[in-house]
């Protein structure tokens, strides 16, 4: 078992539809979870980034995370063509220094068409 | 804020050369700069961590003497391919840790090894 799965879609959605992405993880060590948008030949752009469990909002996206389940998941509301990328779920058990690994989810692939 | 660059954004060359790839951190000093590789359609995996002032820390699996890792100052790592070969072909990100939490990626660079 991999210790972070994520749905690799591709996710076709509607302009102004919500988007649910998700992922689950393993390693019950893990306790920073993020967020990142890479779109196509880009480098992963930081969306989220929250530590406990419940809910963030940050404009049109919400992150979630449940740790008693090892889910977490990315809400986008309102979605845009200009969503359209691989967004990327990544978390590591220790924040900052050098021992601050991330692991990925494989990035689900959202096109929003408009 | 939070912004790094890498160079060059592509690179093509041939068999057996040796390329040098730079990350920086434009706006914020990084004692710790992450290396990355990406296949097509694949997760980030990271390659190795980059300490200011010492020596790197490469993931298993990752050849230390192909993959020489220079954290010269708190801005810059130089990641050097070297003998590089078409399988080392691949999409390389670099990204810095500001204020111990939230890691900022750099936009990749793109080796091509003929």
């Known amino acids: 078992q991999k210790e972070v799965e994520q749905d690799p879609g591709p996710l076709s959605v509607p302009e102004g539809a919500i988007v649910s992405l998700n992922c689950t993880y393993s390693?019950?060590?893990?306790?920073?979870f993020m967020w990142y948008r890479q779109y196509s030949r880009k480098g992963p752009e930081l969306l989220m980034y929250t530590y406990s469990s419940g809910n963030k909002e940050d404009g049109r996206f919400t992150a979630q995370v449940d740790k008693s389940s090892k889910y977490i998941s990315l809400f986008i509301r309102d979605s845009q063509p200009s969503d359209s990328a691989t967004y990327l779920c990544?978390?590591?058990?220790?924040?900052?220094?050098?021992?601050?690994?991330?692991?990925f989810g494989k990035g689900t692939l959202l096109t929003v068409n408009p | 804020g939070a912004v790094v660059s890498q160079h060059p954004s592509w690179v093509i060359c041939k068999s057996g050369t040796s390329v040098k790839i730079e990350c920086r951190s434009l706006d914020f000093q990084a004692t710790t700069m992450f290396w990355y590789r990406q296949f097509p359609k694949q997760s980030l995996m990271l390659m190795a961590t980059?300490?200011?002032?010492?020596?790197?820390?490469?993931e298993q699996g990752v050849e230390k003497d192909k993959f020489l890792i220079n954290h010269a100052s708190l801005t810059l790592s130089t990641l050097t391919v070297t003998s590089a070969h078409p399988e080392d072909s691949s999409f390389y990100i670099c990204?810095?840790?500001?204020?111990?939490?939230?890691?900022?990626f750099g936009p990749g660079t793109r080796l091509l090894v003929l």
């Open positions: 990544a978390m590591s058990a220790i924040s900052g220094g050098s021992n601050y690994k991330l692991t």
């Open positions: 390693n019950s060590a893990f306790q920073y």
């Open positions: 990204s810095a840790v500001q204020d111990g939490e939230t890691q900022y």
């Open positions: 980059s300490n200011e002032g010492s020596k790197a820390t490469y």
